[in-house]
């Protein structure tokens, strides 16, 4: 089946015009913007919740004007950071959240974006900030780090890995007298299983002295980058390839629900269409390697997903209403719709072999560009692997095997 009936597929089984809105809020109100899980048909006994160990990740990140390095060394680098912890045994789900910081006076305190499996999603959103504001003074550090402990929805798993990575160049404003300081803020994360992890970009005394005592009473790691974040930054001559199949892999996707249900499917693709259009090739390429492990399917399929449930034997295909199946599919008999959904299963495994096989070829050429280099231990990508691999294994998760993505 071909790339271009696909894309037919994916586009008859939604509801035309819902626009992508990027998932971030004010952090003012009352709560942040929280995932809607989409119920599918399962088999009775069918698993209904993941048995894989949890990794939650929320980055603060400062996003004034002075961070313009650093927030594009984010965007360029969101999918090497997710597949270094994807490279766990055993293999965690990946949920990743963001705090987007400022000061009072600028166009936003705070942005909040909530904790998802959803890595299309949150990168179309990161993708709509920009360094602005600020100034050379102290910014709204202790209401990011509020934010990020109290209105981002944490797992309540004893055994889940939950960090914070504080990402900046100032130190808080301690004169507000209506916020609430980092020392209290920490102690709520200390009794929650949070750790806070604080990376200092660029040489600034004050933020390093308050970036040690966060480190300190988050019971993380102090880390410090250059202004730029320094993160390893290296084309190869396997992008494009693995760019190429990885929006071929996106085309093996077909959605069935509710209307209500493909509307929100519809929002991921629009994610997934805005990311390819706007990102990198690198970008691209890093993304297919991150989908193609086993902690990555979550991002590419999302919820809903017909082919992998049917596939896999959670969802019964002679129990789904014929109008909560894609369009594309509803025209045909049954023993035509099974044939469809096994081709299209072959032809994601097939791709998903042919990514692994890439990437592999791509880290190896990674690697032997860094040691020329002389290594990359100052980077941004190493400062982050160093401190996850040693905090995870505390949650019983190794990355004894593994080696930083970039």
């Known amino acids: 089946m071909n790339s271009k009936f696909l894309a037919l597929a994916l586009l008859g ?20 913007v929280l995932p809607d899980p989409v119920a599918g048909n399962l088999h009775p006994g069918a698993i209904l919740a993941s048995d894989r160990p949890k990794v939650e990740v929320v980055f603060v990140l400062d996003t004034t004007g002075s961070m313009g390095g650093l927030i594009q060394a984010a965007k360029d680098k969101i999918w090497s950071i997710a597949t270094s912890m994807a490279q766990a045994q055993p293999a965690p789900e990946i949920r990743i959240g963001l705090v987007a910081y400022r000061d009072r006076g600028d166009s936003y305190v705070t942005r909040v974006v909530d904790l998802s499996t959803d890595l299309d999603s949150l990168y179309a959103t990161l993708m709509e900030f920009q360094a602005d ?44 007298q209506d916020d609430v300081k980092y020392p209290v803020t920490l102690a709520a994360a200390r009794r929650r299983g949070i750790l806070v992890n604080a990376i200092q970009c660029g040489s600034s005394r004050d933020t390093a002295r308050t970036w040690q005592r966060v480190a300190q009473l988050g019971q993380g790691e ?19 390839k693995l760019a190429s199949l990885s929006a071929q892999l996106d085309d093996t996707r077909l959605y069935y629900g509710s209307e209500e249900q493909k509307q929100r499917q519809q929002r991921k693709l629009e994610a997934t269409e805005k990311l390819h259009a706007a990102s990198s090739v690198a970008s691209q390429a890093r993304r297919a390697t991150f989908n193609a492990s086993a902690s990555g399917a979550a991002n590419l399929l999302g919820k809903g997903e017909l082919v992998e449930d049917v596939a896999s034997g959670r969802v019964d295909l002679s129990s789904i209403e014929r109008e909560a199946l894609p369009a594309s599919l509803q025209a045909m008999s049954p023993q035509e719709q099974q044939v469809l959904i096994e081709q299209t299963a072959r032809r994601r495994n097939a791709l998903k072999d042919e990514i692994r096989q890439l990437a592999e070829q791509r880290a190896t050429y990674l690697r032997q560009k860094v040691q020329e280099a002389g290594g990359a231990h100052d980077s941004l990508d190493e400062k982050i692997y160093s401190a996850v691999r040693a905090q995870a294994r505390k949650r019983g998760l190794s990355y004894e095997t593994g080696a930083p993505s970039y």
């Open 133 to 176: 504001g600020g100034g050379d003074g102290p910014e709204s550090v202790n209401r990011a780090l509020y934010d990020a402990v109290h209105k981002v929805s944490w797992s309540q798993d004893d055994n889940a890995y939950r960090v914070v990575f504080l990402v900046g160049d100032a130190p808080p404003h301690m004169d507000y």
């Open 13 to 32: 089984c939604t509801a035309a015009g819902v626009v992508l809105y990027p998932a971030y809020q004010d952090a003012g109100a009352a709560n942040p």
């Open 222 to 240: 102090y880390l410090q980058v250059d202004q730029s974040g320094g993160a390893v930054a290296i084309a190869t001559p396997f992008d494009e």
